[in-house]
């Protein structure tokens, strides 16, 4: 089992910044991909980013792309998403997620590739 926990949503000015960071605990060894998404009210969970656990690999929706970055702290067992240039499309409630199962190797962006999701949290953007 991998516990996830997620920090640093809150409410923003469009333009603004802010990070988000997902801790995991418990079991980490064996995991492959940590994930990003997101969901508005009203629509489904999408992708946001994703990152190799141990590798530099590191892809990203093409609406956040040059705007957000995701990094990791395997030390710490911590990964990160840094999101600049906000806009009111990103307000949506935010989840990291985790595959051990290597899933996510050939589908990193479906959600059905993670096991392992956070609670979530609520990111704001506001005009």
């Known amino acids: 089992q991998v516990q996830l926990v997620e920090s640093g949503g809150g409410l923003v000015q469009a333009g603004g910044s802010l990070g988000l960071s997902c801790a995991a605990s418990?079991?980490?060894?064996?995991?492959?991909?940590m994930g990003w998404f997101r969901q508005a009210p009203g629509k489904e969970r999408e992708f946001v980013a994703f990152?190799?656990?141990?590798?530099?690999?590191?892809r990203y929706a093409d609406s956040v792309k040059g705007r957000f970055t995701i990094s990791r702290n395997n030390t710490k067992n911590t990964v990160f998403l840094r999101m600049n240039g906000l806009r009111l499309e990103d307000t949506a409630v935010y989840f990291c997620?985790?595959?051990?199962?290597?899933?996510?190797?050939?589908?990193?962006?479906?959600?059905?590739?993670?096991?392992?999701w956070g609670q979530g949290t609520q990111v704001t953007v506001s005009s």
């Open positions: 418990d079991r980490t060894f064996g995991i492959y991909t």
């Open positions: 997620a985790a595959d051990l199962s290597e899933t996510s190797r050939f589908f990193p962006y479906s959600t059905e590739s993670y096991a392992y």
């Open positions: 990152i190799r656990w141990n590798s530099n690999d590191a």
